[in-house]
């Protein structure tokens, strides 16, 4: 009585990359060690883990890079979704890929965080 019903989280598309500031869930460990599989890609140049605001949580560069891309790249993003639902409310947004002539970009996004990965498309 007065007790409040347990709710289970709402699964995430990257649930391994979901809750990743302390106390919120997922293991911290579990995070690192994707993030550092990614990392390990050949021709990875970067990643990193954007929340809805747009502020860097995790990152493997440096603070100017990932507070460039971080802001840019969400912008990018809610650009993006927002046209994919404009196109169709139905539908949403689920991975964008920028291809350049020295870089590839690639957003995972998600609902409360992007996954953002730089890599060198020549390798």
């Keep these: 009585m007065g007790g409040r019903p ?3 989280p709402a699964r995430s598309p990257l649930p391994h990359l979901r809750p990743i500031a302390p106390g919120l869930g997922e293991p911290q460990a579990e995070v690192e060690e994707t993030l550092k599989r990614i990392q390990s890609h050949k021709g990875v140049i970067g990643n990193m883990v954007v929340n809805a605001e747009g502020i860097p949580i995790r990152t493997t560069l440096d603070n100017s890079t990932t507070v460039q891309y971080a802001g840019l790249l969400h912008q990018l993003t809610t650009k993006a979704r927002s046209t994919v639902r404009d196109i169709d409310p139905q539908n949403d947004l689920t991975f964008l890929r920028i291809r350049s002539k020295k870089h590839e970009i690639m957003v995972a996004p ?12 020549c390798e």
């Excluded at 998600?110 to 498309?121: A, G, H, R, S, T």
Aim: hydrophobic share 35%.
């Design 6 to 8: 347990s709710r289970s």
């Design 110 to 121: 998600d609902k409360e965080y992007l996954l953002i990965v730089i890599q060198n498309p």
